[in-house]
């Protein structure tokens, strides 16, 4: 027979131990070259830029109709 345990495990002592198991959001900085929101530390996806240098050839999005 495996372990059992001896006592019921309280609502706010599970949640407690669950309390890091969550979701967070991504930490976005804005870029210096466009302002457009951009992950911390990553090349920005809108103009291509990474620590003032052109990394990325970024073509211009064709306009829905």
Same mark, same amino acid.
């Given at each position: ?5 001896? /006592? @019921? ?15 967070? =959001? ?11 929101? /951009? @992950? ?15 990394? =990325? ?9």
């Amino acid at each position: 027979m495996g372990a059992v345990p001896k /006592k @019921k495990i309280s609502k706010s002592r599970r949640g407690m131990r669950r309390m890091h198991d969550k979701l967070k =959001l991504p930490q976005l900085s804005q870029c210096p070259q466009c302002h457009a929101p /951009k @992950k911390t530390h990553h090349v920005c996806p809108t103009c291509g830029t990474y620590n003032g240098h052109q990394i =990325l050839k970024v073509k211009p999005k064709a306009q829905a109709q």
